[in-house]
């Protein structure tokens, strides 16, 4: 038995999610406050009974916030199994009160307005009273009207607006159902949350902040609890209690400590005389309940197995006390009666990578899969683990307009498709499936050279703005960006290339470099063929876009106007030689494509593309020409808000920008907004790249 499925409706950063799990170790990624910890907890919430009971007793600001009034609305967490076995405890928990033969099931934890709240609002549907009726009793509902209860076997999907509508109420036609006429095949049948959730066996590890204050904490320590659960016979604690009476009876009558409170008795009879003075006593109160004891048991750990020193937890490093504290959540979890008649295991793990070396989180995420009989689930925004994961078990979480989303990358992709893209993602420990927006490119000097270009126009990064920039390592780009999609990952996704049009005429049968011009001819025909299967493969998908550079990436730059930077380059950087310098740099000054084009093709054959990426990277400037092509796709991922184009602003004009805000002011007031200050730079500074990136995203 395994959770296939986790529904949320309402339900704090969730508005409507579908997580999709499998049998084995799953993985729900996602950036920091993408909602993953939540995810956790709602699971947890029906089958975790080391929470407190009062748990579900959920508040109002758990509801989500896009709700402008959470007052009627349920808050809804669906968990949908598979692969239910026949044994007592499986048939008991899913399809109590009913009568299938399924080897499906689900659990429904509704919070929602009690009987008496939903009955009236009914009445009121009924009566077709006037909207301000419903406003007004909405309004005057409080948080102890609700209820939570659990539900077996319900079919609904809350994450469909018209079964939420139908079964909650419509908020907008204030229409609400029969609370007598409940439809159990839907909403499924009732259950006692308490029972049920004993017949799991679950094991929580939770995110690792202060392990060393979770370790020496009696409440939150996993030592206490593995030692609490010894079963140590009642020879052995008789013993150890005796010793521990002999030992206070020792440490009280030490002739030091018998003389101290003779002292301290004979100064109290000189203060205050025989008849006031308190009778008093030194003794040694030893707990010898063995269970307390216990108590007193601490580790003490050396960082490496193979040193002889062992010290305290405070001077283990964060990643030696966070793999502390996972093996001991491990061994609580190994420790389970696994021959208990229990429904499944469950091992739930949060954020496991805190502090630890890359080649530590991959080890230990592969070791997970060692647990048989177990579903894992845990969180994570480590790269190297994300990487690692098969892609069918990938839950991706993310915010959009304040509300998480959730997808499956692997939604109606093939077998062979999904292969590759797990090749590849194991081999480049990519940050792909954590990206906010993605530019693919085919190389490594568009990998080297893009996110400098945009640093020196701009004056921010990439990863201020969102985006993520995917190094392909070939023209295949549909294998990668196949994720991008409203059923997989829904990001955009810009798709940079080269349409390799010939720099040179290729009919000319004069050319002297037959050679070249066959390379030429080549790369055009290539070009042609991977921009008519490209536009095919992105016409229908809005979230991908596809740009183009005429020639190739470093004829582009030449040809929009970076020849300084590239004089610059070729004097100090790859000729030592005055005349080589001057020979190469007159063919890049030249007018003549087939003539600057040529050079700077060869100048990359020469030093290798990375290499001369690198060194124009190094002697970049303000005034660099980032291609149009280029500026086209950033303008179509960035995530960019007024605040980020002001400070561009702010950048691009230094000094100049107190004048230029003057200007503002005489014609907007003292306070313009920023839309204003942008507006009144576009048209002052018409050439500007900020004021051609604008207008391309306003497109």
């Known amino acids: 038995m395994h959770i296939s499925s986790l529904k949320i409706r309402n339900f704090r950063n969730f508005q409507k999610a579908n997580f999709v799990f499998k049998e084995g170790v799953n993985t729900i990624i996602g950036a920091n406050g993408s909602g993953k910890t939540n995810a956790l907890f709602a699971i947890r919430l029906i089958i975790d009974d080391s929470l407190p009971r009062s748990s579900t007793n959920l508040l109002d600001t758990d509801f989500n916030r896009s709700l402008t009034n959470w007052r009627g609305h349920w808050i809804v967490i669906s968990l949908h199994f598979d692969n239910l076995s026949n044994d007592d405890s499986s048939q008991a928990l899913v399809f109590q009160g009913t009568h299938t033969t399924d080897n499906r099931g689900s659990l429904n934890l509704y919070f929602r307005p009690k009987y008496e709240v939903r009955k009236r609002l009914f009445e009121l549907s009924q009566e ?12 005057s509902l409080k948080i102890n009207q609700y209820e939570s209860v659990l539900y077996g076997r319900g079919l609904a999907d809350f994450s469909k607006d018209e079964v939420y509508k139908t079964l909650v109420g419509d908020f907008n036609n204030y229409t609400f159902p029969n609370p007598d006429e409940e439809d159990s095949s839907l909403l499924g049948t009732p259950a006692n949350q308490y029972v ?8 929580y590890a939770k995110a690792l902040r202060d392990v060393i204050g979770d370790l020496k904490n009696p409440r939150t320590s996993p030592l206490l609890r593995l030692l609490s659960n010894l079963n140590i016979n009642e020879s052995s604690t008789e013993t150890i209690s005796s010793t521990i009476k002999d030992l206070n009876w020792h440490i009280t009558n030490l002739p030091e400590i018998r003389e101290l409170a003779a002292g301290v008795s004979q100064s109290l009879h000189n203060t205050v005389g025989h008849t006031y003075a308190p009778r008093i006593e030194i003794n040694s109160n030893l707990s010898d309940d063995f269970r307390h004891t216990l108590k007193a048991l601490n580790i003490k750990a050396g960082e490496l197995s193979g040193e002889d020193y062992i010290g305290d937890l405070y001077e283990m490093s964060l990643g030696g006390a966070n793999l502390l504290y996972l093996a001991l959540k491990l061994e609580e979890y190994n420790r389970l009666d696994h021959e208990q008649n229990k429904a499944a295991h469950f091992l739930l793990i949060e954020e496991p990578e805190a502090h630890l070396h890359n080649h530590i989180q991959k080890t230990l995420f592969q070791k997970y899969h060692n647990h048989e009989n177990t579903q894992i689930l845990l969180t994570t925004h480590s790269s190297h683990i994300s990487s690692s994961c098969s892609l069918d078990s990938v839950n991706i979480v993310y915010l959009e307009n304040n509300c998480c989303e959730v997808s499956q990358p ?39 050279l893009i996110p400098e270009m945009v640093k020196m126009a701009f004056g921010i990064t990439l990863d201020e703005i969102g985006v993520s920039l995917i190094n392909v390592g070939s023209t295949q780009f549909e ?28 009919g000319d049968e004069m050319y002297p470099d037959k050679e070249f011009q066959k390379k030429c001819k080549q790369s055009e025909e290539s070009g042609k063929s991977r921009r008519q299967k490209l536009d095919d493969f992105s016409r229908d998908n809005s979230y991908i876009s596809v740009y183009y550079g005429t020639n190739t990436f470093e004829v582009e730059l030449i040809k929009q106007g970076n020849k300084n930077i590239l004089e610059n380059v070729i004097r100090k950087d790859i000729y030592k030689r005055q005349s080589d310098q001057n020979s190469s740099v007159e063919k890049i000054n030249n007018s ?56 561009i602003i702010k950048y691009r004009l ?35 790249i900020i004021t051609k990136f604008i207008a391309m995203r306003r497109e």
């Open 128 to 139: 077709l009273a006037e909207e301000e009726q419903f406003v007004d009793y909405l309004s």
């Open 592 to 647: 003549d494509i087939s003539i600057y084009g040529k050079e700077i093709l060869r100048l990359a054959d020469k030093e290798g593309k990375g290499w001369l990426a690198l060194s124009i990277a190094a002697r970049l400037d303000k005034d660099v020409v980032i291609p149009d092509y280029i500026l086209e796709a950033l303008a179509f991922v960035a995530s960019l808000h007024t605040e980020h184009i002001i400070s």
């Open 410 to 448: 692997n939604s109606g992709l093939d077998e062979n498709d999904v292969r590759r893209i797990e090749r590849y993602l194991d081999a480049t420990r990519s940050t792909l499936l954590f990206a906010k927006s993605v530019i693919l490119v085919e190389g490594d000097a568009e990998l080297i």
């Open 479 to 506: 294998n990668i960006a196949v994720l991008f999609s409203e059923e997989r990952i829904r990001r955009r996704c810009a798709i940079v290339t080269d349409n390799d049009i010939s720099i040179i005429p290729l």
């Open 196 to 203: 049920f959730k004993n017949d799991f066996a679950c094991t």
């Open 654 to 688: 230094g000094q100049e920008y107190k004048n230029f805000f003057e200007t503002v002011k005489l014609l907007y007031g003292e306070k313009p907004n920023d839309i204003e200050t942008i507006d009144t730079f576009c048209s002052i500074y018409k050439d500007s």
